[in-house]
């Protein structure tokens, strides 16, 4: 069938086919898998018109590898015409002046735009197939009671604040699971770490912001409203009812760390103690748009050197089958190197698209991301101070409420707290 699709280009460096990858689920069995490969491909592809190849593949895990099984689907980019031929994959549609005339290019030629004849490369397209294999795999697990399902958006468009991890991949993975460190799994560590931060600190600075409106109310009826008096008649109270040396000792540590934090930072008031978990708010987003910027810039490099690492390889045996004039010859060399020139022209084309003309720098690249590492490590220690202060600042929520809750009929409400934290 792809002799007869080759057959039917008339440029050398027409594109023959579309072809991705989508992941099957270890949740369920490979049968499972594979009747839900084929639903999926009966259902968005060959029921469009489609012409699709599928071939199932999971990797051999003798060697300690990690289980990751997949599909690959090749399909047809141009439609069949009634009587078997095959159809165009663009029509054309001229340009035409206010009069209804022809728009002429310099050469005297009518202009015209190149229409695709279907909707298959469209980004919506894609994005209704990726709609509806998430739909068919969390039916599956509704079916089997599973109490997993997977999500076709990304973490921005499900309205999650969370840096997105880098696909790593069967080779990645086998050897990580063999103790061989690698750029993408390490990345992925980092990420992983950061959105743990990112999330407990989050939560912290919300609980804290939603503690403050609902106490400001109380606190404006308080005949002690400075709020490092309002620790001390805390710490006297404590220290009244404490039965030993050791309690009114721990009494004052208490005391003393969230007093001497409060008079470092000018915080006096309500008002202030709001200020100031706003300043840390900002510093939050600050860094992790710089950190989610950072990881994107290096997701990005990591997909460029990869695909300039192709190129070069590849690039001889390119150069190899264009040195070769006898057509016959050309076609067995191009059926000895295939999987070699598939990986050759894929990276030509996303080195093209990517860089609009630019020069291929691989080694520019390392270097760049290199640096961005280290920056990045950097960064992410500075959530540690962040998260250290948001800890003080629930401190001092815990002993206003602790007074608070003693001189009204009503305990004010706590925020919420967040398990593990």
Same mark, same amino acid.
């Given at each position: ?22 992941? =099957?689920?270890? %949740? =369920? ?39 990751? *099984? ?105 050897? %990580? ?19 743990? =931060? ?26 002690? *409203? ?21 309690? !009114? ?44 910027? !950072? ?29 070769? !004039? ?26 093209? %698209?990517?860089?609009?003309? !630019? ?8 270097? %760049? ?43 004010? *409400? ?8």
């Amino acid at each position: 069938m792809w002799n007869a699709v080759e057959h039917a280009e008339k440029h050398k460096k027409a594109q023959l086919a579309y072809s991705f990858d989508i992941a =099957l689920q270890n %949740e =369920l069995s490979m049968e499972e898998n594979i009747e839900l490969a084929r639903e999926f491909v009966q259902q968005c592809l060959v029921s469009k018109g489609m012409i699709a190849d599928l071939a199932v593949h999971q990797p051999d895990k003798s060697d300690g590898g990690i289980s990751n *099984p997949h599909f690959h689907v090749m399909t047809t980019m141009r439609s069949l015409n009634p009587d078997g031929t095959w159809g165009a994959k663009q029509r054309r549609e001229y340009l035409l002046d206010d009069s209804g005339k022809p728009v002429l290019d310099k050469n005297g030629k009518p202009k015209f735009n190149a229409v695709p004849t279907t909707d298959w490369g469209q980004p919506e397209t894609l994005e209704e197939w990726r709609k509806a294999w998430c739909e068919m795999v969390n039916n599956a697990f509704e079916e089997k009671g599973l109490d997993v399902r997977i999500d076709h958006r990304s973490y921005e468009r499900q309205g999650l604040d969370l840096i997105p991890t880098v696909h790593e991949g069967p080779s990645v993975r086998q050897m %990580e699971s063999k103790g061989i460190v690698t750029d993408k799994g390490e990345l992925n560590r980092w990420i992983k770490a950061t959105n743990r =931060l990112l999330s407990e600190i989050k939560g912290r600075i919300k609980s804290l912001f939603s503690w403050i409106a609902e106490v400001k109310e109380e606190l404006s009826k308080s005949e002690t *409203p400075n709020l490092v008096n309002i620790l001390s008649d805390c710490y006297s109270e404590r220290n009244a009812a404490a039965y030993s040396q050791r309690g !009114k000792t721990l009494n004052l540590k208490e005391y003393s760390e969230t007093v001497n934090y409060l008079r470092d930072n000018n915080i006096f008031s309500i008002e202030e103690l709001q200020s100031r978990l706003s300043d840390v708010n900002a510093s939050f987003n600050t860094l992790s748009d710089s950190l989610k910027a !950072k990881s994107a810039r290096m997701k990005e490099l990591q997909e460029l050197i990869r695909q300039g690492e192709n190129y070069f390889c590849l690039k001889p045996v390119h150069d190899e089958l264009n040195g070769i !004039k006898w057509k016959k010859q050309r076609e067995h060399f191009k059926a000895d190197h295939d999987s070699e020139l598939r990986l050759f022209y894929l990276a030509r084309r996303i080195l093209r %698209e990517k860089l609009s003309g !630019k020069p291929v720098t691989v080694k520019d690249w390392q270097r %760049e991301y290199e640096s961005l590492k280290a920056e990045y490590a950097e960064l992410s220690k500075q959530y540690k101070p962040l998260r250290d202060e948001l800890i003080k600042l629930r401190g001092v929520q815990y002993h206003v409420n602790r007074v608070l809750s003693e001189h009204t009929e009503e305990r004010l *409400p706590q925020a919420k707290t967040h398990e593990g934290r």
